[in-house]
């Protein structure tokens, strides 16, 4: 797993999350699926009954022990219990209402990241697409509304929903502005192609809060892995030495370098295993103290064009009133 997969956070929405493998813990509150008879025949406690967990099962073969206001207990089945944040929820949270296969339609960009556009691919390397999909008016509006993101994990493709991917952006996300600035694009709509000229907007110098803190605080897990375990993943450690010479390449330039060109050698090497952990670790603090100095000498603006990025969003919104694809 690559570094894009580790730093590709996304935020919580209000609904609720749930799997069909979930077992619930002691204290859920569930609403029964079926009724339940007394012993003479007659429904005790009907379908849509609240109950609470007592005791949860090690497994989805057996039941729970599920209490009542009543203070009666009963074994109940997974089939036969749902939550109730769930079932309060009901097909507000239900995804098939979102039709996410016609999302898929709504692309409006496209293109490839990962060592692919950085030129680190070898014969194993997957192909990681990613992009932005403009869901249509009638889609974002309604009661059921859209996911922030699609994923379809057996292409390695995932596009975030507009509003998403200029949030990540403005937060300086690296994977975000690496989509912006990767060399591999294989669709731009017109608004797209609008949001690829203003892609500056989205620099700024939190781009050295987010790529610092984050290399820092992986290579300490790294020298964590090294004591205790006596290696590290050396494809993780390549990535994120290309982060920070990223970051170097943004302060300094203005622009998100993804092809890592002069590169190359070193970093394959260092995937390898080739590279001695003390060696990397002097490259790691040299470039910490690179990009340090980019920090202190940048040009780039205290905080991203929020206002810039807002009126985008907008237009593009009214936009997708129409049933075209801007």
């Known amino acids: 797993m690559e570094l894009r ?139 059921f509304g859209v996911p922030e993101q699609l994923e379809n994990h057996e292409t390695q493709e995932a596009y975030w929903e507009i509003q998403k991917f200029l949030v990540l952006a403005l937060k300086a996300n690296p994977n975000v502005l690496e989509c912006l600035y990767t060399p591999l694009v294989e669709i731009a709509t017109p ?3 609008e949001l690829l000229d203003m892609r500056v907007i989205f620099l700024s110098r939190l781009v050295y809060q987010t790529y610092n803190g984050y290399v820092m605080s992986q290579f300490k897990k790294m020298q964590a892995d090294i004591r205790n375990k006596g290696q590290v993943k050396w494809k993780h450690v390549m990535h994120l030495i290309r982060l920070l010479l990223s970051g170097i390449g943004v302060l300094r330039d203005g622009l998100v370098p993804v092809q890592v060109n002069a590169y190359r050698d070193r970093l394959l090497a260092i995937r390898r295993g080739e590279v001695p952990w003390d060696d990397v670790e002097k490259w790691r603090l040299s470039l910490h103290q690179e990009f340090n100095a980019a920090f202190e000498t940048t040009t780039l603006p205290e905080r991203p064009d929020y206002e810039r990025a807002n009126a985008f969003l907008i237009s593009a919104r009214r936009r997708a009133v129409s049933d075209k694809l801007p």
């Open 5 to 143: 997969v580790l730093c590709e956070r996304y935020a919580m929405t209000d609904r609720v999350h749930y799997h069909p493998d979930l077992i619930f813990s002691v204290g859920t509150q569930v609403v029964t699926l079926v009724d339940m008879p007394s012993a003479a025949g007659l429904v005790l406690h009907p379908r849509g009954t609240v109950g609470v967990v007592v005791k949860s099962p090690t497994d989805l073969e057996h039941s729970y022990r599920v209490r009542f206001p009543d203070g009666f207990e009963a074994p109940l089945k997974q089939s036969e219990v749902t939550m109730l944040a769930k079932f309060k929820e009901g097909e507000i949270g239900d995804s098939a209402h979102s039709a996410q296969t016609d999302l898929y339609d709504r692309v409006i960009y496209r293109c490839v990241i990962g060592s692919q556009a950085y030129g680190l691919a070898d014969a194993e390397s997957d192909v990681d697409r990613r992009g932005i999909y403009l869901p249509a008016a009638d889609q974002h509006w309604s009661l």
């Open 191 to 193: 608004l797209a192609q």
